[in-house]
């Protein structure tokens, strides 16, 4: 079996490169700039960006295309990684979600910036070791991987760092290739038992 590159293998050990997460949201978009160096990740500015509840959707869709645009210039990242959309069983909480990304990557598209998109199980994979790992876990590796005193606050915050995080950690190497392969196969997996819950069962002979 051929062991998986390092980071070193794939990065000059002298290049920073510095990568903006982003957990889409309407009323708060977690932000988080991961800055890699070799195998090395610090955290550099990160935070969410938030919006008025109660305001006129397109308003706040300004608001966060506008602070969001701030941010792409302050700190000039090379890529962006945003957590892709997933389906809900609130649907209006998930197309407040799909909304709110559209802006993002408008943002980012506008600035010129690269974007690349993470599943979930990615991310979970990416920074906690495992697909099944709950929100604690990640938020957890998240304060071990980039030397944090504690986890940063809000959980969007977090959440934007660990999307970084999956960048730095999987982007174009074969771990890459690897976490795909079983995020498509869990999702394959729910889906074909979710159908076999719905479909009568067949009688034996």
Request: aromatic share 4%; glycine share 10%.
């Amino acid at each position: 079996m051929k062991p998986w590159r390092s980071l070193k293998d794939n990065l000059p050990s002298s290049k920073e490169r510095v990568v903006l997460g982003i957990d889409p949201g309407l009323a708060r978009m977690g932000y988080g700039v991961v800055i890699q160096q070799g195998s090395r990740m610090t955290a550099g500015e990160y935070g969410t960006v938030t919006t008025v509840a109660h305001t006129a959707l397109e308003k706040r869709l300004v608001v966060l295309f506008e602070k969001l645009g701030q941010i792409l210039k302050k700190v000039k990242p090379e890529v962006v990684a945003i957590e892709e959309l997933f389906f809900t069983r609130n649907v209006k909480t998930g197309i407040a979600v799909g909304q709110a990304r559209g802006v993002a990557l408008l943002a980012c598209g506008l600035a010129g910036v690269p974007v690349f998109e993470y599943r979930p199980m990615e991310i979970k994979q990416a920074v906690a070791g495992h697909g099944n790992a709950d929100k604690e876990q990640v938020q957890k590796m998240v304060k071990l991987l980039l030397g944090l005193k504690e986890v940063p606050k809000p959980d969007d915050t977090a959440d934007a760092l660990a999307i970084a995080i999956t960048h730095t950690q999987c982007s174009g190497t074969q771990l890459s290739e690897a976490i795909k392969k079983l995020s498509r196969n869990s999702v394959e997996s729910r889906f074909l038992k979710a159908a076999e819950l719905k479909s009568p069962g067949k009688a034996r002979g």
